[in-house]
T-cell receptor, first 114, second 111 residues
Framework: QQQVKQSPQSLIVQKGGISIINCAYENTAFDYFPWYQQFPGKGPALLIAIRPDVSEKKEGRFTISFNKSAKQFSLHIMDSQPGDSATYFC?????????????FGKGTKLSVKP | NAGVTQTPKFQVLKTGQSMTLQCAQDMNHEYMSWYRQDPGMGLRLIHY???????DQGEVPNGYNVSRSTTEDFPLRLLSAAPSQTSVYFCASSPFGWEAFFGQGTRLTVV
């Protein structure tokens, strides 16, 4: 049972464009939604996270949009740069709960063309 | 500050062999976990620990054992390696249980 569904699997964007990655979750008890960024040969690193009490969170060029009623959240990368080329994972968890409940999507490989 | 350190970085095993993947963190985090990453499958939780002496199973625990005798270390043991365990393994630690800090990974091939 896949509790977090992520799309698309891969994404090609021109430099300066907007990259959009979408995730949907099933368990309404989830209340913490992080995005991780992974470069080849490296471990995933936390990029940005949101809790459902807000509909949007922005950190620099990265924005999470959250739609609680639709059980969906998305990552927007503005002014995408070649250095943003990486695999992005969304995840869902219970805020304050056991780390064992961090459920990941299957990932999106982003390529930003110069 | 080293963060989460995994050893070895690469390993080739023969079917049936056993080995231990090491994970150490120097951030005094209570929570630690092991994930495996396979193409198109994302990160799947193998085992996790909420503190020294406490471990529990994740989504894909079969074929793996863990123990947590200290806060710093969380080794993952493969009892009898199988080709299906060929994967990249990541160890992670967390101060609060949800913001995970990952190691660099161990790429394991079972032939």
């Amino acid at each position: 049972q896949q509790q977090v569904k992520q799309s698309p699997q891969s994404l090609i964007v021109q430099k300066g464009g907007i990259s959009i990655i979408n995730c949907a979750y099933e368990n309404t008890a989830f209340d913490y939604f992080p995005w991780y960024q992974q470069f080849p040969g490296k471990g995933p690193a936390l990029l940005i996270a949101i809790r459902p009490d807000v509909s949007e969170k922005k950190e620099g060029r990265f924005t999470i949009s959250f739609n609680k009623s639709a059980k969906q959240f998305s990552l927007h990368i503005m002014d995408s740069q070649p250095g943003d080329s990486a695999t992005y994972f969304c995840a869902a968890s219970y805020y304050g709960g056991s780390q064992g409940n961090l459920i990941f999507g299957k990932g999106t490989k982003l390529s930003v063309k110069p | 500050n080293a963060g989460v350190t995994q050893t070895p970085k690469f390993q080739v095993l023969k079917t049936g062999q056993s080995m231990t993947l090491q994970c150490a963190q120097d951030m005094n985090h209570e929570y630690m976990s092991w994930y495996r990453q396979d193409p198109g499958m994302g990160l799947r939780l193998i085992h996790y620990s909420v503190g020294a002496g406490i471990t529990d199973q994740g989504e894909v625990p079969n074929g793996y054992n863990v123990s947590r005798s200290t806060t710093e270390d969380f080794p993952l043991r493969l009892l009898s390696a199988a080709p299906s365990q060929t994967s990249v393994y990541f160890c992670a630690s967390s101060p609060f249980g949800w913001e995970a800090f990952f190691g660099q990974g161990t790429r394991l091939t079972v032939v």
